[in-house]
């Protein structure tokens, strides 16, 4: 594991596969340590996503496997572990959670839970020795995603987003067409991510467990496609925040979001995201052509179609390669993608914020570090 690890580090080029190369100081490992085959990986919390995407995904990924589960709910714990055949030993409630520290059928811990609770369980998973998997948002503010990539660097252990659509054959070719200028230059991004949401009691309405609204929740997305798309980083932000129609749900959150971006070469942005209206589309603008996704951001099947047509792609469930992507880098390199690192992670919160300050203030806000 990560303390045991012959390590060297030096100044390393690398690509983010976002267009942009970066150059900081890496840690190298002379020979990876890793022989297993198969990496075992925890899920702390068994909500909605982790027990229809994730675990479906685990139960299909030839490089890991659903190893153990973290949960506070008794009745879920045995449900899982009928079901997926795992041990007593890999189940942990959240007082118990530090003790997976001990266990060797662990390699990795991905974190499902509320946006709020990001924070503590990656500091805790990297106190515990074990890389981490993050959903998005990777945490609900820019201090705490400071502190979450910290916290890992200073363990040893890798801090990975769960941005599955990098995996996701239509959105990497919207970042090939974008990044490589294949139809000319971007000029113009629209980008919209919404959807009507429903129980007003669920946490996603709650700004203490949520960190915000639908930006926080599905405007991240559009976030990210802005910088697939062009493969830059924005400059400065406008934003409005939209009326509030349903006093019942929306108190403490956002009910909508528009926001505008400017990006190096004059590229500009126009966002927008809801828990109100049901919108999922990417368009982007390049001086020879266009292109776009609708469905951009969902679990698909996703659709494209390029100003010289159809984009006939290969289906795909995203969390599936998603996940034998990131343990296929990591079994052969001992590292997460940089392209799904916690630093891109931070990189979106901190957008996400100049947004929320934009609307906040009425002020163009300024992005770029
Ligand atoms: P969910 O409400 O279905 O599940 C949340 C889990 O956290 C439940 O098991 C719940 O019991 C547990 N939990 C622990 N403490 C809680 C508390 N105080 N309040 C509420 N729940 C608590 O949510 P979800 O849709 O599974 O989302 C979980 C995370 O996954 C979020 O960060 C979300 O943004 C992310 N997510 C990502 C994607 C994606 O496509 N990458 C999709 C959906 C959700």
Same mark, same amino acid.
């Given at each position: 594991?990560?303390?045991?690890?012959?390590?060297?580090?030096?100044?390393?080029?690398?690509?983010?596969?976002?267009?942009?190369?970066?150059?900081?100081?890496?840690?190298?490992?002379?020979?990876?340590?890793?022989?297993?085959?198969?990496?075992?990986?925890?899920?702390?919390?068994?909500?909605?996503?982790?027990?229809?995407?994730?675990?479906?995904?685990?139960?299909?990924?030839?490089?890991?496997?659903?190893?153990?589960?973290?949960?506070?709910?008794?009745?879920?714990?045995?449900?899982?572990?009928?079901?997926?055949?795992?041990?007593?030993?890999?189940?942990?409630?959240?007082?118990?959670?530090?003790?997976?520290?001990?266990?060797?059928?662990?390699?990795?811990?991905?974190?499902?839970?509320?946006?709020?609770?990001?924070?503590?369980?990656?500091?805790?998973?990297?106190?515990?020795?074990?890389?981490?998997?993050?959903?998005?948002?990777?945490?609900?503010?820019?201090?705490?995603?400071?502190?979450?990539?910290?916290?890992?660097?200073?363990?040893?252990?890798?801090?990975?987003?769960?941005?599955?659509?990098?995996?996701?054959?239509?959105?990497?070719?919207?970042?090939?067409?974008?990044?490589?200028?294949?139809?000319?230059?971007?000029?113009?991004?629209?980008?919209?991510?919404?959807?009507?949401?429903?129980?007003?009691?669920?946490?996603?309405?709650?700004?203490?467990?949520?960190?915000?609204?639908?930006?926080?929740?599905? +405007? $991240?997305?559009?976030?990210?496609? *802005?910088? /697939?798309?062009?493969?830059? =980083?924005? @400059?400065? !932000?406008? &934003?409005?925040? #939209?009326?509030?129609?349903?006093?019942?749900?929306?108190?403490?959150?956002?009910?909508?979001?528009?926001?505008?971006?400017?990006?190096?070469? +004059? $590229?500009?942005?126009?966002?927008? *995201?809801? /828990?109100?209206?049901?919108? =999922?589309? @990417?368009? !982007?603008? &390049?001086?020879? #052509?266009?292109?776009?996704?609708?469905?951009?951001?969902?679990?698909?099947?996703?659709?494209?179609?390029?100003?010289?047509?159809?984009?006939?792609?290969?289906?795909?469930?995203?969390?599936?390669?998603?996940?034998?992507?990131?343990?296929?880098?990591?079994?052969?390199?001992?590292?997460?993608?940089?392209?799904?690192?916690?630093?891109?992670?931070?990189?979106?919160?901190?957008?996400?914020?100049?947004?929320?300050?934009?609307?906040?203030?009425?002020?163009?806000?300024?992005?770029?570090?």
């Amino acid at each position: 594991m990560p303390a045991n690890h012959t390590r060297r580090a030096f100044l390393q080029t690398i690509s983010l596969g976002l267009g942009t190369t970066l150059a900081f100081p890496s840690i190298i490992h002379a020979k990876p340590s890793f022989q297993k085959k198969k990496l075992g990986i925890a899920l702390v919390g068994l909500g909605s996503y982790a027990k229809n995407q994730l675990a479906v995904a685990l139960a299909q990924t030839d490089n890991c496997y659903l190893a153990g589960i973290v949960t506070g709910t008794p009745a879920k714990a045995e449900e899982w572990k009928r079901k997926y055949n795992i041990p007593e030993k890999n189940i942990y409630n959240y007082q118990s959670f530090d003790q997976i520290a001990d266990n060797k059928d662990i390699d990795i811990v991905y974190i499902v839970l509320p946006n709020s609770m990001h924070h503590e369980f990656v500091l805790r998973a990297a106190k515990a020795g074990k890389h981490v998997m993050c959903e998005k948002p990777m945490s609900v503010s820019v201090k705490e995603a400071e502190e979450m990539v910290a916290a890992c660097k200073k363990a040893g252990v890798q801090l990975g987003i769960g941005y599955r659509l990098h995996f996701e054959p239509f959105t990497q070719e919207v970042m090939r067409l974008g990044q490589k200028k294949i139809l000319g230059d971007v000029r113009f991004v629209q980008t919209n991510f919404g959807f009507s949401i429903g129980d007003p009691t669920q946490w996603r309405l709650k700004k203490e467990l949520a960190g915000g609204g639908p930006l926080m929740d599905v +405007g $991240i997305y559009c976030v990210q496609a *802005s910088r /697939y798309a062009t493969g830059k =980083e924005p @400059l400065w !932000v406008t &934003a409005q925040l #939209g009326p509030i129609t349903d006093k019942q749900r929306f108190t403490t959150v956002e009910e909508s979001i528009s926001w505008q971006m400017e990006f190096p070469d +004059g $590229i500009m942005v126009n966002g927008f *995201s809801s /828990y109100k209206s049901n919108i =999922e589309q @990417l368009y !982007v603008s &390049a001086t020879n #052509g266009w292109f776009q996704l609708g469905p951009a951001y969902g679990y698909g099947p996703l659709k494209g179609r390029t100003s010289q047509g159809e984009l006939n792609l290969p289906v795909v469930h995203h969390q599936t390669v998603m996940l034998n992507g990131i343990c296929k880098e990591f079994l052969e390199n001992n590292k997460f993608p940089a392209h799904t690192s916690g630093e891109e992670g931070l990189r979106d919160m901190k957008i996400l914020m100049g947004i929320y300050e934009a609307a906040r203030t009425g002020k163009k806000i300024s992005l770029a570090s």
